[in-house]
């Protein structure tokens, strides 16, 4: 694929580096006001953190963030409904997802329920049944004669199975976060904070996940039977003990990680430290996870493994190992996903290899990847899609043809929408279904029709971001010289963790370093030294990169000067701290 770059002088990774403009003026007030390192004041500012958030973003509470619940439309007449049928018992049913989202807030209703004595039946699609709600399992349901259902994760757009279920007696509650249509599906309660009618004014609800958007309602159910009296005669459950599943699908569904979201995942971090849920507790111990969770092991160590399992294995296991109150079956559920994890990482890079080949292989059209393939495991396509999307930041959309239809993901990049280009593209008959966010989305459609949709998403971008793809941008948030990269530095950045989407971790830049010992460890990684004139040296590494550009200049240096970017970590060992940096990008000096 041939991708036109801006003019100027490019990195050794691609990229054209782009220091982020500050206000001084502001960030000296919030250096001085809130007692903070000038730096650390011009982060907060290019995060868009405004001067009367500061302290709330340091230090994230939940009552700080979190509005009455009732703010959103039907979360009161959602709630008024459980809440009764919790005091009478009623039979209940769940309708999750597959992916870390669903699983975490699938498992976070089902742990509340349990505590007030109601024991829900659970539906965890398979990815052959297909996202979201299905008849096959409102005739499960029925037979078991639990009328009483909630989706969570799914249902806001599942028009025909949500209406043919409504006029067959269920009474339906969504609880959802996905993108939503002018109309909505005629069940009992919708609540959701992308509802087109949404009215509320409270800033970073509609970029909450599912799991946030359920621990909203749970919050509302609890209140509704506090004040009915319930829990004179029964145990009050700790709603802060599901904070750990929050964070944890919060993470994973790469929201922003500001506002609401924020201190979800801050609360959170701190309940799963604590190690009370034992599928968690033997999922970290499996991953070897030796350190305090920080947001970082949740999308990456903790997620990938829940998310195997539904890519690969069995879809229901995510939801059993967050629910389960039996340690060795903790044991065995953790052991299985880190099996499935090693297999999906096997056909991940099968897939992403032909993926590679069929892009470059030809001229691509419009500048996006599209590839499809009859082989490929529809468990890792969204993967591929994303590492797609990296390697020549363009949208991508891959797809894998089954006997009876064609199922694909996508990812996206800055001014393509990809929540609503799927929409337009199931209104415009191209694709048979589909549903996502901004950056990220899966669809169906029938294998005629890939021609069709190649050409209709392709307009579609050159419409919204042309048909010049530019070289990624990378934003440098600080500079500093090599000598003032230690301990205290690394310690004052960590201030604002969580980082995520939305805040993510600080791109900085360290000017004039050699490079000194480098060699090649793991799978093509490569560790080495920075050195400066006045003698400076800080311990690097740069990942998956000894077979490019960075890496053969790193092993190929010979005491030529660069500028290096990346992230600086706080590596705490036995006890003993370290600094050590994380190489993004290096540009040689001319």
Known sequence: MVIKVQDGKNSLGGNVWQRAEVDDAWCGRVSQAYNLPLYIAELLYI??????EVAQFLQPRLKDWMPDPYVLKDMQRAAERVAEAIIKQEKMAIIGDYDVDGATSTAELVRFLRTTGVEPLIHIPTREEGYGPSDVAFNEFKAADAHLVITIDCGTTAFDVLNRAAADGFEIIVLD???AEAILPNVYAVVNPKRLDETNTYKY??????VGVGFMFLVAVNRLLREQGFYTTHEAPELMNLLDLVALGTVCDVVP???LNRAYVAQGLKVMAAQQNLGLKQLMRIAKMETAPRAYHLGFTL???????????????????LLTQDENEAQQLAAKFDTLNGERKDLENYVLLEAIEQVEAQPQQYPMAFVYGKNW???????????LRERYNVPAFVMSIEPDEVKGSARSVEGVDLGMLIMAARENGVITGGGGHTMAAGFSLAEEQISAFQHFVGEYILKHIGAEKVAPILNIDCVVNLAAVNIEFAEELAKLEPFGTGNPEPQVMVPN???????????GHVRCFLTSPTGASVSAVAFRCADNEIGQALLNGHGDMYDVVGHIKLDEWQGRKKVQMIINDIMRKS
């Open 47 to 52: 995060r868009g953190i405004e001067f009367t």
């Open 177 to 179: 976060h996905h993108e």
């Open 205 to 210: 609800l509609n970029y909450m996940s599912a």
């Open 257 to 259: 990680l500001l506002g």
């Open 303 to 321: 997620g990938p493994r829940i998310n195997a399992c539904g890519r690969v294995g069995d879809a229901a296991l995510g939801s059993r190992l």
């Open 377 to 387: 495991h529809q468990g890792v396509i969204g993967i591929v899609a994303g590492k």
């Open 513 to 523: 370093v050699i490079i000194a010992r480098p060699q090649i460890i793991g799978s």
